[in-house]
């Protein structure tokens, strides 16, 4: 089964533990906007690639921060 890129986008949020609000707030959009682009109710092809480059740029920062144990 070929995920399409909500199911792609969802699924590495889970795994690098972002939340949407934080995901909404790096692409500049309102976290109700997202909703309704993951749920296949809005966007287009420019808000694709902006969700998609904020997720890039979220992870990439999580990647570095230091990891913290109790």
């Known amino acids: 089964m070929i995920l399409d ?3 792609e986008v ?3 949020m889970h795994g690098a ?3 949407g ?3 909404a707030k790096e692409a500049d959009i309102s976290s109700s ?3 309704a682009v993951l749920h296949k109710k809005k966007g287009n092809e420019q808000t694709r690639q902006r ?3 904020a ?3 979220l992870e990439q920062r999580k990647a570095n921060e230091p990891v913290v144990t109790q």
Do not use: K, M, Q
Request: hydrophobic share 50%; proline share 0%; with cysteine.
């Open 5 to 7: 890129w909500t199911s």
């Open 55 to 57: 997720l890039e740029r």
């Open 17 to 19: 533990n972002i939340a």
């Open 51 to 53: 969700i998609i480059c």
């Open 10 to 12: 969802v699924g590495r």
């Open 21 to 23: 609000l934080e995901l």
């Open 33 to 35: 906007y997202l909703s």
